[in-house]
């Protein structure tokens, strides 16, 4: 049974086909890559998912469920997260608020209780804390709790947009070019948190990334798209054999 | 060439005789109407909305008693009434209504000097008669002799006031504090001020607010850093009543004095405890006791069933002075309306024998009435 | 002849009854200040989330001090019932207002969103005007006012004494505590920092799993309720009040808000109390005629040379 069932999903933006006939079944704990050059339309595959988008057709399928016309925040409640390529947090809140902001829809204490009933509120905010901690821990941001997250040095940002990604508890978690702007100690790093956390957290994850040793080094299987369309998947020998590939990525750097 | 202009010169003067001829047998048409139609301007809504109800219905009563009696000459009067919310433009757009459309042969109003002076212009170049009940700025009846009023000037009631400051309550220091953007106010402060210190008293301090201020603690911090006996607060109630509590707040003790503006039930709703105390000059009092008060009193009750106040008994009276007018020029024409009514001589009004000086402002005297136990008690007159 | 000693002796004491006509004018504008700082926190906060200046919001004031009178004049509540049942009222109105007016407009141009906030301003107030009456009407004494003396300095001419009346005292502690409470809501409630998040990025915070529609929605209430807490203390305060009256109080509020830096909470507060304090001082020292001016001075000034406010960044828009 599988987790993600996208099944044959377009994103049309007026004559812009951007995605066509979009088909991706991940099963529970799998680490897919989704690659293709520039403009191939990884991104907007991550925001159908995420229902940024609503698909012009096809549609999201969680866990059996349909995610259809839900709205984002709906669709990450059910268990999906994800980071962005181009880093959005929340550059005014400190670290620590970054992740616990995540974590609170699963908390239990509304705004009136936190006003009326202090000690329920204290109480809910000291879980979540603790929790938030642990996950900074995790990702050696400890330190920097209290600092604003627009402070960060950029590759403390990435990770800790992961973090927060991963304050949401989601079953999937969608990583948008995790190791852009890294130079190869950082993303060597990084690749080996992207595999802990797969294994630690029992995470399924989808990974778009640029830098194809991180691909080809954790990735089992490798989805490519180009103008919208697969064009290739299989896993990574098959895919760096594959002639399509090839073409796609010509002129691009394929096996550096 | 010449010869034709002369001809088209002559044919001009055959048509405008013929035009006229015309006129000349329409104008006895006009006086046998059986209704004669008099206009009112008053605010029914806006900031001053009461005076505009006792304005109405000092008319209505007026016009009442003379219909009852078979009304003028044989034709019954007809009321118009515009409201003009107590705004300028208004006024005088409701003025022109009435001159233009209604057909009215002459007004009673505006409540509100600025109003009426708005209005006035309008009757004056119409010929039509206009009698403001209550407008008390100088300048009102000086826009042309078509204008009159029922009321004493605002020079008086700074006059009035100032003269029971220093004579009745025997203080020498004051201080004034009034509403910049509005002639009334600044035209009693001007007067009081002026003829306060003409009697020997001291004005310790001049202050300003604008048109809908409520926080008047600054002015009133200024003030009472002064110590002064009195305060003359010569605004509308509203205003009053805010400043008044204020005021005491601050724990001013001074004894508040103000014109005919504070007369509303609403000074004391507002004002509560901090009016109290306080002397404002009037043009009648409901307590009066000459025969044409004590009969308006009672008709005015058993008719609204409510006191009347100065406003009801000046719309009376002016209406009374402009069916006077026309009652005795027995023509609906306006000048000769007009002629009538500068002519009156001691006229019996309700507030007072009225007639008209050459600027047809009625002379008379002043009441001052007091706020004692949240109502108007009669406390003295004041003779110009 | 009068000697330099004596002289001396009167210029100290003249300066010192200076300083008490300054204090005590401070005193009274920290109280118009803390008013205009409540409504400037709605229109700060409003503004935060979705970069909309919510032109009603001076009306719902407005609508918070009819309430109140209704409250007080029909069922006799006392004040403190009297103020939570005004703020209830109008955070309803005010989520109302955004579900109806301003939601079906999130994508639309910024100037349609304005024009409606106009056209809810006007609707306000002449709903007002049509069921209630466009009049004055005298908002009910909640309160007896009471004066204390709380400075002394003997006798003479001048001010002599430091007043504060429990009015002055019962609408800045009013006001005080509701900007406190506002402020742990916004800084440490799980609402709050979701507030902040969507004010700092509508788009990622959506895809954190908070409900964005749900946190515009709270944003409005709270403002709202500010709001409404303004007009019943103005009631209480200047007690006079008419349909429209949040119009000149709004846009002094907003220029409160501007002052502060839009979107700024502690900038609102501050710039409300500078706003109050900047008039009071303009008539204690200057002429009525320039109070209203006072504040568009301000204004032009702040866009002139710090158009972020004073508790800004200047940083490019977020688009």
Redesign the interface.
Known sequence: MSLLDVNQVSMHFGGIKAVTDFDLHLVPGELVGLIGPNGAGKTTVFNVITGVYQPTCGAVVLNSGDLSGKKPCRITQAGIARTFQNIRLFGSLSVLDNVKIAYHFHATHGVLASVLHGSKHFAGEEIITKKALELLDIFGLTPRKEEKARNLPYGEQRRLEIARALAARPQLLLLDEPAAGMNTNESRDLVRLIDWIHHEFGLTILLIEHHMDVVMSICRRIVVLDYGRIIAQGTPDEIRANPKVIEAYLGEEVSS | MKNVSIRIMALCLVLALIVSLVGCTKAPVQTTVKEIVIGVVAPMTGDVATFGKSTRQGVELAVKQINDKGGINGSTVVIKAEDDKNDPVEAANAALKLISKDKVIGIVGSVASKCTLAAAPIAQSNKIPLISGTSTNEKVTQVGDFIFRACFIDPFQGLVMAKFASENLKKTTAAVLFDIDNDYTKGLAEQFKLNFEKMGGKVLAYETYGKGDQDFNAQLTKIKSFGPEILFLPDYYNTVGLIAKQARAQGIKAIFLGGDGWDSEDLVKIGGDAIEGGYFSNHYSPDSTSPEAVSFRSAYEAAFKATPDALAALAYDAANILMEGIKQAKTTDGTAVRNAMAGLKNFKAVSGNVSFDSNRNPIKGAVILKVQGGKQVFEAVINP | MAGGCPRHFTNSQQEG?ENL?FL??LI??L??GSIYALIALGYTMVYGIVRLINFAHGDIYMIGAYTGYMIATRLNWPFLPCLFAAMVFCAVLGMTIEKIAYRPLRSAPRIATLTTAIGVSLLLQNLVRYFI????I?FP?LFK???Y?IYSAGSG???R?L?V?N??IIVLVTALTLMF?LQ??VR???????M??VS??K???????????RIIT?TFAIGSSLAGAAGVL?GI????I?PG?GV?AGLKAFVAAVLGGVGIIPGAMFGGLVMGSA???V??YG???Y??AIAFTILILILLFKPAGLFGKSVSEKV
């Open positions: 009854r006509l005590q004018q009274n504008g109280q118009l009456g466009p009049n004055y005298p004494e006012r009471q004066s003396v001419l001048g001010l004494t007043t009346s009015i002055q409470l742990f809501i440490k409630t799980k609402t709050g920092k979701a902040r998040a700092f990025d788009d990622a915070a959506r895809l954190m799993g908070i409900d964005v529609d709270i103005v305060a200047y007690p006079r008419d009256m000149l008039e009071t001082m008539l204690a002429k009525s005629t109070r209203d």
